[in-house]
């Protein structure tokens, strides 16, 4: 009697059991079903990948952003099949990524070629998932073609602009330099014109800085930025750089460390680095009347920090400040475009080396870069 009693309690459990098994079934097929679903229909090119980026399954946006018919036309053949050689790198990291690093995400930008030889550009997720104990990437593909040819035709536009403004802005910042130097040494010039024109020499210097970031900014999205490495004393560039500091005489420049060591670096690149985070430290933190220039040798690179004592950046700010155009207050009187820590962070990342800050409100900011030894 007992036994039968507990083989029903036994069935009873296994009905149990297998009403939820089957419950979970039908929701996994519920998941899966509606997953098919949204990958099919989906507007954006969908595509699942395996760890040596051969697509196991697309949608059909994708076989008709490729310029293909079928599903079949596509799937078993890789990614680098439909990337120009140029681009075939992008692959690579995406790869090294998600299978190397198992970065959860990856996003990147590249472009495709369709089948009539046309080139596609794309803005691409990757995400890893898990089946049946293999990892896959599944892969969102958004065409960015029009937006990609408006950002070049911009990009040629500031290119064009910025090289026809240089020439003659920096002729007038010389012309009116040496005016104001004329008619500072004239006893009985009207002071009022005299200030008008020095005003006049400021803003065009203003000027010229803004139109040196863009013309920058431009050879830089060209990809042309190329260094011209030499051995140099880094006390000859801190002073070059400061002399103009030196000669208003409302700031002192304190030295901290070896300046007389030597890096193998860009000159004149490195120059620009530095002159851009002085003259930050005088156009954001006006108050710091002492700027400190310190060098410290690291095991593997010289750390070059330039401190002011100033107001400080809050810190929600502090992760965008090497982003392009990132100002943290667009009104001030002396902001520029915005552009001046981006061009340092991309010199400094050409000579591999790192570039950071570290910012308290109410005590100061120490903007600081490393040259690899
Ligand atoms: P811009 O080229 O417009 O001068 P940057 O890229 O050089 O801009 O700097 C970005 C922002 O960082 C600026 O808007 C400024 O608010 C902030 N910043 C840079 N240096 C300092 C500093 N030493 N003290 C406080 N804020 C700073």
């Known amino acids: 009697m007992d036994n039968t009693k507990s083989l029903n309690n036994q069935i009873k459990k296994l009905k149990e059991e297998n009403r939820k098994l089957q419950s979970e079934l039908s929701e996994k097929k519920h998941g899966e079903n509606k997953f098919r679903t949204i990958f099919e229909t989906s507007k954006l090119g969908n595509k699942i990948i395996s760890p040596d980026l051969v697509i196991i399954e697309v949608n059909p946006a994708l076989v008709t952003l490729l310029g293909y018919k079928k599903k079949e036309d596509i799937i078993g053949t890789k990614i680098l099949d439909y990337s120009p050689e140029d681009h075939q790198k992008h692959w690579s990291i995406l790869q090294k990524e998600l299978w190397e690093k198992e970065t959860p995400y990856f996003n990147l930008e590249t472009c495709l070629c369709r089948k009539d030889g046309t080139i596609v550009w794309v803005?691409?997720?990757?995400?890893?998932?898990?089946?049946?104990?293999?990892?896959?990437?599944?892969?969102?593909?958004?065409?960015?073609?029009?937006?990609?040819?408006?950002?070049?035709?911009?990009?040629?536009?500031?290119?064009?602009?910025?090289?026809?403004?240089?020439?003659?802005?920096?002729?007038?910042?010389?012309?009116?330099?040496?005016?104001?130097?004329?008619?500072?040494?004239?006893?009985?010039?009207?002071?009022?014109?005299?200030?008008?024109?020095?005003?006049?020499?400021?803003?065009?210097?203003?000027?010229?800085?803004?139109?040196?970031?863009?013309?920058?900014?431009?050879?830089?999205?060209?990809?042309?930025?190329?260094?011209?490495?030499?051995?140099?004393?880094?006390?000859?560039?801190?002073?070059?750089?400061?002399?103009?500091?030196?000669?208003?005489?409302?700031?002192?420049?304190?030295?901290?460390?070896?300046?007389?060591?030597?890096?193998?670096?860009?000159?004149?690149?490195?120059?620009?680095?530095?002159?851009?985070?002085?003259?930050?430290?005088?156009?954001?933190?006006?108050?710091?009347t002492e700027?400190?220039?310190?060098?410290?040798?690291?095991?593997?690179?010289?750390?070059?920090?330039?401190?002011?004592?100033?107001?400080?950046?809050?810190?929600?700010?502090?992760?965008?400040?090497?982003?392009?155009?990132?100002?943290?207050?667009?009104?001030?009187?002396?902001?520029?475009?915005?552009?001046?820590?981006?061009?340092?962070a991309e010199i400094i990342r050409v000579h591999e080396g790192e570039i950071g800050v570290k910012s308290e409100l109410g005590k100061g900011s120490t903007f600081w870069f490393t040259i690899p030894k």
């Open 123 to 288: 803005h691409v997720t990757s995400v890893l998932f898990n089946d049946g104990g293999k990892t896959f990437g599944y892969t969102l593909l958004e065409d960015i073609t029009k937006q990609y040819k408006e950002k070049i035709k911009k990009e040629e536009f500031i290119s064009v602009a910025s090289h026809e403004l240089k020439t003659p802005i920096t002729t007038m910042k010389a012309s009116l330099q040496l005016m104001n130097r004329m008619i500072s040494n004239e006893k009985n010039f009207p002071s009022k014109i005299l200030k008008l024109s020095q005003e006049a020499e400021k803003y065009t210097s203003k000027l010229s800085h803004l139109v040196g970031d863009l013309l920058n900014l431009s050879n830089f999205e060209q990809g042309e930025m190329t260094l011209n490495k030499t051995k140099f004393k880094l006390s000859d560039l801190i002073d070059e750089c400061c002399s103009h500091i030196r000669f208003e005489g409302k700031y002192t420049i304190i030295h901290k460390g070896n300046h007389a060591i030597e890096v193998v670096a860009d000159k004149y690149k490195i120059d620009q680095v530095l002159v851009n985070l002085v003259n930050n430290a005088i156009k954001y933190a006006p108050e710091s």
């Open 291 to 344: 700027i400190t220039i310190k060098v410290d040798s690291l095991k593997k690179a010289h750390r070059i920090s330039v401190i002011d004592t100033g107001k400080g950046i809050p810190a929600e700010n502090i992760p965008h400040l090497f982003e392009r155009y990132y100002q943290v207050n667009k009104r001030s009187k002396t902001a520029g475009l915005g552009l001046g820590l981006y061009i340092s």
